[in-house]
C-alpha cells in the first residue's frame, strides 16, 4: 500500500476536515477546534512542529552501526519502535464525519499490532465512547493502553476499571484536558488535580498510570512525588491552551530533571522517523503520534495504519545509521544540534 | 449570540475599513491611517502583536486552581476581568461610516457595564465629539473613564471638567497623540508636556488621573514624579509614530522600574483571555483593548461586546486553571517564558 | 500634490521598472539590473530595508521638545533636513525610458533646491552622462554635489574640473562601483584605490570629497586617513555586491570607530522620516536617499520631488517630538532600540 | 550563449522536475525525491541555503588587489576557480527523462574542461551508470574525478580500478549515502564504514582518495585518521537525511579542526560567484556545485556548462576586488560576517 496514495484517499475520506497538507504543520488548520488544528491562533500546535523542527541532525558516517536495532520495551511490552499511537477521538466532530469511532479506533488498534506498536485509546465527554474503544481493545486482547479525561476522582477509578476489565496494560489520565470549563454546565466537570489526588489514581490500580499532559519542570517533578510511572510530554496537540510551548522545547528541561525517575514519553509534532530520533534525543524514552494516524487510518484502513508505521521505522533506522546509533539508547544528545 | 457570526456581520458593516481577519495583527490593514491600521508601514501595530505573541504560557495542571477569580478592582472599581475598553474613535474617518460615533460608543457603553467591566471614551479634533461620548456615558451614570487629547492644558483641564460632570471615575491624557502636528494647522495644537504641565492636570481634579502612551522606563518614571495615578503602556495601537517597539516588549522593564509606585495599564495586540493573562504576567494591573471592541460592536452592538467580553472572560478562566492562578494577582513572570 | 497620486502616476511612468510597492524593500524587483533591484539574489538591498526596519524607536512624550528644529548645516550649506538625494542614473536602462536623464535629474534638483535640501549628481560609462548633469545643476548655480566613478585618477581629476566649473559644492568618488569589470572590455576601467591614490584625488581639489562605498570600519579608518571631508556608507543600494549587510548594521561600529573625525553620510533602505532619525541615531550626519527620488520624480516632476521632501520633513519632525529630540544633533543611541 | 536564455531552456527541458527558480533554494521541490529536491521536508536543502545565505560579505574598496588571481591547485591540478562540478545523477529518474545519462556527463565534463574547471563523475545502483561516465571520462584523457557508493569494500575496489583505467586523477566515496536502506533489497547494501574498512580503501589506489559526506568534527578528524586526501563536507544536498544542518553551518568548525591535515572541500547551496567566495571564507579549499550544473547542460550542452562556469568566474573575481583579495588564499575570516 502506497503511502502518497493513502494520503490522497485520506484527503477525500476527511472531507475537508483536514486538508493532509504536505507538511502537517498546524497552519492552514489554525484555530479549527473542532477540527483538526490548535485552539485559538493555533500557535501551540504550530509552536509543537517549530520546536522540533529547529532540532538539526548531526550527520555520522563513519562508525560500525550498520544494521541498528529499533527496538524498546516499554510497561514490560516489545515495541518495534519506540512508537504508540496517542489518544485521539471525534470522527464525527473533528474528522468529517465519515467514519464511526468504532471503525477509526479499530483500525488504529490492529495497524499498531500489525505493525509491532501499540494504540493509547482516548475518552471524551460522551458516556459511550470509552466503552466502545475498550470493546475493540478487548477483541485483541486489550493490547493497548487507555487515557480517561480528568473527572472527579471516583468517576475516573470506575473507567480505569472498565480499562482493566478491557485488560489494558497501562492506564492515564489526560489532566492538561483541565481546562475545558464548558464540560461543567454538562454537569461533568473536569479540572487540574493535587499530587495527593492523583497519588489515589495511582493507588487504585495495579496497572502502570500514565500522567498526561506535562510541560514544567514543576509539573514533571510532581508527577514523581505521584507514583506515577510515566509522564507525557504534551500541550494536547496545541489544542487546549493557545501560546503554550511547543513540546521539543520543553522536553530537555524536563528530562534533565526527571529522566531515569519516571518513564518519559512525549508527543507533539512528530511525522516522520527522523522526528521520533530527535524526541528520543531531546530526552523521551518514546513517542507517542497523534493526527497522522487520523489520515493514516482514513486513506487506508489497518492498512494504512501498517502503512505509515512501516514507513517511519524505516526512516528512523535510516536516521540511526546516518547518526551512528546501534540501539535506540545510543540515542542522545551528541545526535542533534540546536 | 455567536461570536463568529458577529464577526461575520462586522465584516459587512465595517465596508472594507476593517477585513475582520481571522488574526487581527495589522498585517492587511498596514499604514491605513485613517482606517484601521497601523501608521506608515504599520510596523507598529504588527510589533504589539509579535510582542505578545512571541510570549509563551507555561500550562501547569497539578494544583489545585479549580475554580479562580478573575477579578479585580480598579479606581474603587470591581471589574469582572482586568479589561476596559480603549478609547476608539472615528466611526465615519476609520470604520467605513455606517454607523455614528454615538451609535458605536452606545454599544461598547452598554456592552461593558452589561459585561462587568467600564468602557473608556476618547477626544478628537472634532469640537462635538468629547460631549457626545460623556452624554451617553451620562446616561449609565457616568461609569466610566474619559481620556483627553494632550491639547493646551486650559482647554484640557475645561474637558477635564465636563468629563466630571458627566459623572465618570478616573480621566486621563493620550500623551502619545502629541506628534499629530498637522492639527497645529487647524489652531489646535497638541504636543509633549513636561512634568510641570502634567502635575498642573493632576492638580486640577480629584480624580485619578492616567497617563496614556508611556513606552520607556524613563517616561514611567517622570509619569510617577507627576502624580498620575496609572500609566498606559501604549503606542497608541501604532498609529502615531512608525517603528515603536512591542508594548509586550518594553512593559516588563517598565513593570520592573515602576510596579507599586503607580497603576500600570496596557494596551496593544491583545485579543484574547489568554492574551490578558499574559499582560497581566508581564506586569500590568490590568489591560486596555482597542480593535476587538469595533468589530464586536459593529457586528452585534452592545450583544455583541457583551459576546466577546464573555468569550475573552471564559478564555482567562480557562488559562488561568491551566497555568495554576487562582487570583489576578498569582499570575506573575512564572506563569510565561519569552 | 497628493503624494499617493504621485506613486499611482510614478508607477505608470516607470513601464513597469519599478513596482511602486507598498514597502519599497527590494522584494518585487530582487534581482533586476539592469532594472531598479538589487544584484543577484537582492539581498544587499533587502538586508539595507531589514537593518533599518529591525532597528525601534523609544517614544518619549514626557518633555518639552514641542517645536524642534530639523535643519544641519553640512559642507557650509544649511539644510532644511539631514536629507540630500543620491546620485542615481539611467532613465533608460533602469527606470523604463519613458523620461531622459535630462528631465530626470532636473526634476531632482528643482525639486531639493525648492524644499530646501541639495541634490547628487552621478556618473555612469556613458560620456555625456556627467556632462549634461552638471549642465542642469550649472543653471541652479552649482548647488549640488558630484559624485563619479573610480576611473583611473587622471580621468577622475579631469571630471573634477568639470563639476568645480559647474560650481558643485563638494565632490566625491563612489569606489563601491569598483567590481564592475566589465566596464574594462569597454576600455574604461574602474577599480578599487590606494590610500595613496585617494589621497591624490583629495587634493587634486579645495572642494569637500566625499568617499561613498564604505562598509567597514577599516575602510572609514583609511578614509579618515585619505584626508576626505566625507564617507558615505553605503553598499551602493545593493546593487553591485550580493549578501552585504544592510547599511544600518555596519553604521554603528563605523561611526564608533570614526564619528568626529570625518563627516558621516549613510544611505540604504531610508524612505521615511522616521528612517532619517534611526539612521542618525546610529551614527549618520545626514543621509541620502536613492529610489524614493525616484518614484517621487517620476510621478510628479520637481513638485512630486518637493512633496516627497515635505513629507518626510513633517515625518522627522513629528518622530523628533515623539522621542523628545529638539536638534538633529539631540538625536542620538537613546531615542532607538536594537 | 545567456545565461537567462539557458535557463529558459532548461525549464522546458527539465520537464517539471526541476522548476528552474529563480532562487535555487528547495523550497518548491521540498520532498521531491526522486526529482531534484531534498528529502523529507526537504528541510536539509533548505538549510544549505540558508545557512550559505546568513552569511555576509564584508566590502572593502581601499586596497590593491585590482586584478585578483581566482585560480588555485588541487591534487595536481590548475583549477581557474576553486570549483568543481559535483557528482549528479539520474536523468530519467531525477531530471525528467528527456535527455540520456550519457548525454547529460558529457555536456559537464566538455563544458568544465572547456571552461578551466574539473568534472567529478558518481555512481548508482545501475551497474552501467558508473562505466558509462568512465567511458566518456576516457575520451578526454580521463580529466575528472570519480566518487562511489559506499558498497561493500571489495566492490568498491573493483570500481576504483575501473576509474584508475579510465585515467581520472582522484577517486572517492560518497559515504553520506549510507542511509538507503532499501538497496539491501536488491542484493546491493551499502553502508556507514569504520576507519579501518575506509583505510582499506586509502591504500587500495595511489590516487588521492576523497571522502564525501562529512558533517561533523568528529567525522572530519576520524577522516583525517583513515589518511585519506580530502574531505567534502556535504550533506548530499539534502538528499539522504532529512534536517540536518546546512553545510556552511558546520564548516567552520570542521576547519577550525583539520584545515590543513587534510583538503576541505564542500558543497551545499552554491549558485554564485559570491557563494563561492563565502565558502572559501569558511573553511573550504574548494567547493562543488550540484543543481546548477543540471540546469546549465539541459539548458545549453556544454556550451552551457562553460556560460554557467564564466558566470560564477566573473562574479568571484569581482567580489574579490569588492573584499580585498589578491588570491585565493587571501580569502579568510575577515571577508565575511555571520
Not at 316 to 335: F, N, Q, Y
Request: hydrophobic fraction near 45%.
Amino acid at each position: 500500500m502506497d503511502y502518497k496514495e493513502i494520503l490522497k484517499k485520506a484527503k477525500e475520506n476527511l472531507n475537508g476536515s483536514c486538508r493532509v497538507c504536505p507538511v502537517c504543520n498546524g497552519k492552514a488548520c489554525a484555530g479549527e477546534v473542532p477540527g483538526m488544528g490548535g485552539t485559538g491562533t493555533g500557535s501551540a500546535f504550530l509552536a509543537n512542529y517549530d520546536a522540533l523542527d529547529r532540532v538539526k541532525v548531526n550527520m555520522r558516517v563513519i562508525h560500525d552501526a550498520k544494521d541498528p536495532d529499533t527496538s524498546i520495551e516499554l510497561f514490560g511490552k516489545k515495541l518495534r519502535i519506540p512508537v504508540m499511537a496517542a489518544p485521539v477521538s471525534g470522527t464525527i466532530l473533528n474528522m468529517g464525519g465519515k467514519f464511526t469511532e468504532r471503525e477509526y479506533i479499530s483500525w488504529v488498534i490492529n495497524g499498531c499490532l500489525d505493525a509491532g506498536i501499540y494504540p493509547i485509546v482516548g475518552d471524551t465527554a460522551i458516556d459511550t465512547f470509552l466503552p466502545t474503544n475498550l470493546e475493540e481493545l478487548k477483541k485483541v486482547g486489550g493490547q493497548g493502553i487507555a487515557i480517561i479525561k480528568p473527572w472527579e476522582n471516583k468517576n475516573i477509578i470506575q473507567k480505569i476499571k472498565m480499562a482493566e476489565e478491557a485488560g489494558v496494560f497501562a492506564v492515564g489520565v489526560d489532566i492538561d484536558a483541565a481546562g475545558l470549563i464548558t464540560l461543567a454546565l454538562y454537569g461533568k466537570p473536569v479540572g487540574p488535580k493535587t499530587v495527593e489526588e492523583i497519588k489515589e489514581l495511582v493507588q487504585s490500580t495495579k496497572l502502570p498510570f500514565i500522567l498526561k499532559g506535562v510541560m514544567t519542570v514543576d509539573d514533571a517533578m510532581l508527577a514523581v512525588e505521584t507514583g506515577a510511572s510515566a509522564i507525557v510530554v504534551s500541550n494536547h496537540g496545541g489544542r487546549v491552551l493557545d501560546h503554550t510551548p511547543g513540546v521539543a522545547e520543553v522536553l530537555p528541561e524536563i528530562a534533565k530533571a526527571v529522566k531515569g525517575k519516571i518513564t518519559i514519553l512525549a508527543d507533539g509534532g512528530v511525522r516522520t522517523g527522523v522526528d521520533v530520533l530527535k524526541m528520543i534525543a531531546l530526552g523521551a524514552d518514546a513517542v507517542l503520534i497523534g493526527r497522522p494516524f487520523v489520515t493514516a487510518s482514513f486513506g487506508g484502513g489497518a492498512e494504512g495504519v501498517k502503512a505509515y508505521i512501516d514507513k517511519i521505522a524505516n526512516e528512523l533506522k535510516s536516521a540511526m545509521i546516518l547518526t551512528g546509533c546501534k540501539s535506540i539508547k545510543d540515542i542522545d544528545e551528541r545526535v542533534i544540534r540546536y
